[in-house]
């Protein structure tokens, strides 16, 4: 069907302009003899204006459509006389192509979130999720746009995988065997070398540790996949699936990890900015007022830098009553990181070297023999944005990393041998990118910057 993208009538139409638009119809109404059709074919925010006269054949069969009907509309551009827009579109045909039933769930502006999130197959056709959609297909290209200037290979870590790289225990299996008849051994438990791939294997955590191979040889690389967990939690920022960037690169320590960190979140907010103006614009006014001054005052500033051991000094002395008491080697809770980017920094900031005992086996080991060389970048709203680390190169301190977190040395033989060869240090990171994308508009609950939430108990279409 051949059409105008409404996008671009809007951007460069002119009065007189013979044009073909197709949509979704956003409102009807009518004003004296005149009816007004805002038609929305998502190319863009904006919707165009349709002026139906009085006489218009086929005016009455169009008017009486409701919010959410498909319209084609041939017709001519002409300088609006209403505020609000440049350009109206003056019908010379008009053809509903889809109408659309009263009971259509998204009919009332003002629906509440959560609502939506019940059908969440037809809220991309509110304002809100129009522009989250946009924003997200623009800041994906926007990923792989700074990772190709700055010479990375993009690697396609698996999906399924046979490896744990967090170690957290949190994958979902994929198995061919039939639960109702599982094959057991002698000892009564179940044979998976019977399975598909001859050994368990799950959905992948993350494609960190397939990533590091690549490095280890085209030096500069990153992916950007989804990645599974079955956590358990059901807080605003956790999904069982979400899609994660992982650059990995070698002969790079803390500091150039950090740095590219940066770098890159300061990059991603540049883009929306230049690319995503309109529905920033929408997100400023009606999702997070101020929104915009907030990311472009990040996209300016320097990020801070703290210690962990000094980040828990900080919360000790913050004189709040913590729901989760605060000492050294504990796990930071969502609170803490709160307070310390939100009242204490005011700004995004890493905070750097955790102990040992809570993270995984590839962090390099500092030489206090207690911490090691990682990152967590902690912005307001959202708490952790990106973790990283510089990677353990070393054979032996990384074999006795092993050994202490419980990790089969012979199921890993291949990433120790990254080691044996030819080792070299090298560091990473991974930036939640539904994290990143309710930092950039506003939204607080990460269901609702994904198409199909996956989360415990809901995974609808
Ligand atoms: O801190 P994480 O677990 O780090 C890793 O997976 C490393 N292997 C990354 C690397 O160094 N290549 O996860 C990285 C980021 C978090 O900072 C967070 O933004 C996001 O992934 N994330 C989640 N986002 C949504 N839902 C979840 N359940 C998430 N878990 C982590
Ligand atoms: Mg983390």
């Known amino acids: ?50 002026v139906v006269p009085e006489n218009f054949p086929g005016r009455e ?49 003002g629906t509440s979130y959560e609502f939506l999130r019940g059908v969440a197959h037809m809220r991309p056709r509110t304002n809100t999720f129009g522009a989250v959609f946009r924003m997200r297909s623009e800041l994906s290209f926007a990923v792989h746009q700074f990772f190709r200037q700055k010479g990375f290979v993009l690697c396609h870590s698996p999906i399924l995988t046979t490896s744990d ?7 979902f299996q994929v198995t061919t065997l039939d639960a109702e008849k599982l094959p057991r051994g002698a000892d009564g438990r179940v044979d998976w070398s019977k399975d598909f791939f001859g050994e368990k294997a799950s959905l992948t955590v ?32 956790h999904a069982a699936e979400f899609w994660m960037i992982e650059p990995e690169f070698a002969f790079a320590d ?11 979140v300061k990059s991603l907010l540049e883009h929306a900015f230049k690319h995503c103006e309109r529905d920033l614009r929408f997100f400023d006014e009606r999702v997070e007022k101020g929104l915009r001054a907030k990311l472009e005052a990040v996209a300016k500033a320097e990020f801070g830098v703290i210690e962990y051991t000094e980040a828990i000094r900080v919360l000790e002395k913050a004189g709040r009553a913590w729901n989760y008491p ?22 995004p900031l890493f905070v750097v070297n955790y102990p040992r005992s809570l993270k995984p086996f590839y962090m390099y080991c500092n030489d206090d023999g207690k911490t090691v060389a990682c990152m967590d970048l902690l912005v307001p709203r959202v708490g952790e944005l990106i973790g990283g680390s510089q990677r353990e190169h070393r054979l032996e301190p990384l074999l006795s990393r092993m050994k202490e977190t419980g990790i089969d040395e012979r ?32 939204l607080e609950n990460i269901r609702d910057v994904s198409l199909c939430p996956r989360v415990p108990g809901f995974a609808k279409f």
């Open 1 to 50: 069907m051949k059409r105008d993208e409404i996008k671009d009538v809007l951007a460069r139409g002119k009065a007189g302009d013979a044009v073909t638009v197709a949509g979704w119809i956003k409102s009807v109404r009518e004003s004296k003899s005149v009816g007004f059709v805002h038609l929305n074919d998502g190319s863009t925010f904006d919707s165009i204006q349709v």
């Open 61 to 109: 069969a169009v008017l009486k459509q409701i919010t959410g009907a498909s319209l084609r509309v041939e017709g001519r551009l002409v300088a609006s006389p209403g505020k609000g827009q440049a350009l109206d579109l003056e019908p010379a045909s008009m053809t509903v192509i889809g109408e659309c039933d009263a009971s259509s769930p998204v009919q009332k502006a």
């Open 165 to 171: 790289c967090e170690g957290a225990g949190a994958m």
């Open 206 to 237: 993350s494609g960190q540790l397939e990533a590091e191979i690549l490095a280890m040889s085209l030096s500069k690389v990153y992916t950007f996949g989804p990645t599974f967990r079955a956590e358990p939690s059901t807080t605003p920022r």
């Open 254 to 264: 803390l500091a150039d990890d950090r740095a590219l960190a940066e770098d890159f």
């Open 326 to 347: 605060v000492s050294w080697g504990v796990d930071l809770q969502t609170e803490h990181e709160r307070y310390l980017t939100e009242e204490y920094a005011k700004r």
């Open 411 to 442: 199921a890993y033989s291949w990433y120790a041998d990254l080691r044996r060869f030819g080792t070299a240090p090298h560091a990473g990171f991974g930036l939640g990118f539904e994290r990143l994308l309710m930092y950039a508009t506003g």
